[in-house]
Structure formats: structure tokens, C-alpha cells
């Protein structure tokens, strides 16, 4: 077939194989479209009942707001209501894209042997997709950095891989890394397939009864530590400070990729419309009134200020005797850390999403999953794995 769909819409999914035959629909979560429609409509509401109370009003308004050049009643009137029609179709467009996301799905069905996949398109017919289940290559883990507008998140998707991605099947999707390479294990376990991971070297297969090994394990059964002696010199793009009993890891400069840059374009636009906000304050003040020209104002600010912020805070890790830290930093603040002892830690791999293109670090244990250098050069982050790796199996 020709057509292409998304690999996943879901970013809460789970397959139940304990009893087949089963099926499962991937789509997006009824509660965000629901809150999608429920704002759009309270937008559409808003620019509705802004455009009615003009009629309702006297023919000539004392704002008294004490500024000059107040715009004319009529030239105040049609500002007022491109205004109002610009919130009312915001509020449409919103639900439209809800009810539009809430139309297109992918169904599995599942018996055991053979999976059957019914694509239902936006428009047009559906799509289905037979293949059997040895077709498939394995059981794939994969982390995938989106973006939805300034806000950042990871999506740990579980997957039968198969070529032909449109094929491919969705067994887990999850926004949290809590346990997941324990549920990785629990499907190639109950498929018997391989365990499959995405690296920079290509796609890498594992039985499934070596998922459950530590990297120290694995150190000593295939003397992994021999391949890890040698310390090469940080990169450039990395800092790596050396302090008592701990060595702190992190980007010396941002990076930025596609994503970063449609941030920066939308906070450059937010700018510019604060701008305007305060240079045509005289004529705006009475179109719109002060409670709105006020919330406008503080929603511009808030969102630049939240946008610089997100910028300029970068991740650090940082390895001690005993532990694995990942630090999240808000500018110069750590506001919070994920821990993984060094005994516990079961892989450590630079990944590919594929939908940034661009590489990461996972170190990864039984129970959880941490990311790192999600925008940093791929070279950089095996000089980082390889740092790490000689940590963890020094003492093996």
C-alpha cells in the first residue's frame, strides 16, 4: 500500500495479550479531546457574547482611562469586533482540530498468530493490514522527544517492529519511564521475540532472558570492561568538572535543532505582539478594556519568561560512588533529581528518535529509564556513554 499514517496517535496505551484473542484502539485520549472541545468552546462563547454586548452598550462610552486620542466610536466598533471574530474562530479551531484528532485511529486485533490492523484515516476509507505475527522483528523499545509548543515530554513507546511501518503495532505508550524496561521485558518474554533497541549503531537485537542482567553482569560474562579502559578527552560541547567523590557531566553550549527554533520563532512572535500590546495601548485600552488588556499583557510575559527559562536550563549528570544522577535545573536552580544506583543500571545506549532526528543517552534499570542530551551531537554523547559505562564496570 501507498498510503503512510502516524506510527502512534496514543500517549496512554496499553495491549492486553494475557487473554487472545484482544483488540485495542490507538488513538488520542478522550479526556485531552474532551478539555480541547470544552476550551474551544469556551473561546467560541466568549467571542460570541463579546460581539453581542456591543449592541447592549450606550452609544458613546466613558472609559475614562485619563489617555489621549481615545479611538472614535465607529473605528473602536470594528476593532472591537475583528477582535472578537479572532477569538470566536480561535475557539472554533480548537474544537475542530479535537473532534478531527478523535476521527482517526488504529484498531488491533490480536489472536495469537496473526495481527489485523484497521487504519481509519481522517477521510477516506479504512485501511487494513494483515500480517503474521513471525513477520515481525521483535519486540522494539524506542523514547521519543516531542514538543507541543513550549512544553517538552517524553514518550516511551513499546512496539512489535516491522519494516513496513504501517505494520507496526503499538503495545505500550507511556508519558512516564517508570518501569518501563521492566514492561520491555514482560511482552518479548510473552511473545518469545526479540528484545529490539534503536541505537547509533543501527538496530540492536537482545534475548529476552538477558534483559533482567545488570550492566555489571553483562561486564563480566562478555568482558565488556576490557572495551572501556581506554579515557579519551571530553569533547568540546561537554563539560565534565571533577569535585570530591563526584564528577558533574554536562552541555557546555545549547544545541538546537528544528524544534528549538519553531520555539524560538513562536516566542520571538509573543514578543512582537507584547510590543504592540503596549505601543497601541491608547487605541486598544478602549476596544478591548483594561481586564483584557491586562490578562493579554501578563499571558505574553508569562509565556516569554517560561520560554528563556526552558532555554537556558540544561540537564546535568552526575556520578558518584555509588549512584547515577540525573539533575533537572530550571536556569541555575536544580529543582528535582532521578537517581539510579550503579549496581541496578541494565543498559546505558545512545538512541535515535525518529521524530527529531536527533540522538540521546538512556541509562536505563529495571524499575525506570533516565534521558539525557536530547539535543547534543551524536559523537558527544558516546564519548558520554563511554564515560559512563567505565564507571558502572570499573570494579566489575
Not at 303 to 319: R, W
Amino acid at each position: 500500500m501507498t498510503y503512510t499514517a502516524p506510527d502512534h496517535y496514543s500517549y496512554k496505551f496499553k495491549f492486553d495479550i494475557e487473554k487472545l484473542p484482544a483488540s485495542q484502539k490507538d488513538r488520542i485520549p478522550c479526556r485531552l479531546a474532551v478539555w480541547g472541545v470544552f476550551f474551544g468552546l469556551v473561546f467560541a462563547a466568549l467571542g460570541l457574547f463579546e460581539a453581542f454586548t456591543y449592541f447592549l452598550e450606550p452609544a458613546e462610552t466613558d472609559y475614562n482611562f485619563s489617555l489621549p486620542n481615545q479611538a472614535p466610536v465607529p473605528e473602536a466598533g470594528a476593532l472591537r469586533y475583528f477582535f472578537d471574530a479572532f477569538v470566536f474562530i480561535f475557539g472554533v479551531l480548537i474544537i475542530t482540530i479535537s473532534v478531527m484528532a478523535m476521527l482517526r485511529y488504529k484498531k488491533i486485533f490480536f489472536d495469537g498468530d496473526k495481527i489485523r490492523i484497521v487504519h481509519k484515516p481522517l477521510f477516506g476509507d479504512k485501511k487494513v493490514e494483515t500480517e503474521d505475527l513471525y513477520n515481525y522483528l521483535g519486540v522494539l523499545f524506542k523514547a521519543e522527544y516531542y514538543q507541543f509548543g513550549l512544553i517538552n515530554r517524553n514518550r516511551y513507546i513499546i512496539e512489535l517492529y516491522h519494516h513496513d511501518k504501517n505494520k507496526r503495532v503499538p503495545l505500550y505508550i507511556s508519558t512516564s519511564g517508570r518501569n518501563i524496561r521492566k514492561i520491555w521485558e514482560y511482552y518479548a518474554a510473552k511473545l518469545k521475540m526479540p528484545a529490539l533497541f534503536m541505537t547509533d549503531q543501527g538496530l540492536v537485537s537482545r534475548h529476552h532472558a538477558e534483559l533482567n542482567k545488570t550492566l555489571k553482569e553483562m561486564a563480566r560474562k562478555w568482558q565488556l570492561k576490557a572495551l572501556f579502559q581506554t579515557q579519551q578527552t571530553a569533547p568540546d560541547s561537554v563539560k565534565c568538572v571533577v569535585k570530591n567523590n563526584k564528577v558533574i557531566v554536562k552541555e557546555k553550549y545549547l544545541f538546537f535543532d528544528a524544534y528549538s527554533l519553531l520555539s524560538c520563532l513562536g516566542t520571538l512572535v509573543v514578543a512582537l505582539g507584547a510590543g504592540a500590546l503596549i505601543y497601541f495601548h491608547t487605541e486598544l485600552l478602549p476596544v478591548i478594556g483594561l481586564w483584557w488588556f491586562c490578562s493579554l499583557l501578563a499571558l505574553c510575559f508569562a509565556i516569554i519568561s517560561f520560554a528563556l527559562l526552558s532555554l537556558f536550563s540544561k540537564d546535568v549528570l552526575i556520578v558518584t560512588n555509588r549512584d547515577i544522577i540525573l539533575g533537572h535545573n530550571l536556569m541555575f536552580l536544580r529543582m528535582d533529581a532521578e537517581f539510579l544506583p550503579k549496581n541496578q543500571i541494565q543498559a546505558v545506549d545512545v538512541g535515535h528518535n525518529p521524530t527529531t532526528d536527533r540522538y540521546y543517552l538512556s541509562v536505563v534499570s529495571h524499575d525506570k529509564s533516565m534521558i539525557f542530551g536530547k539535543n547534543m551531537p551524536v559523537e558527544d554523547l558516546r564519548w558520554v556513554r563511554g564515560y559512563i559505562i567505565r564507571e558502572i564496570v570499573r570494579n566489575s
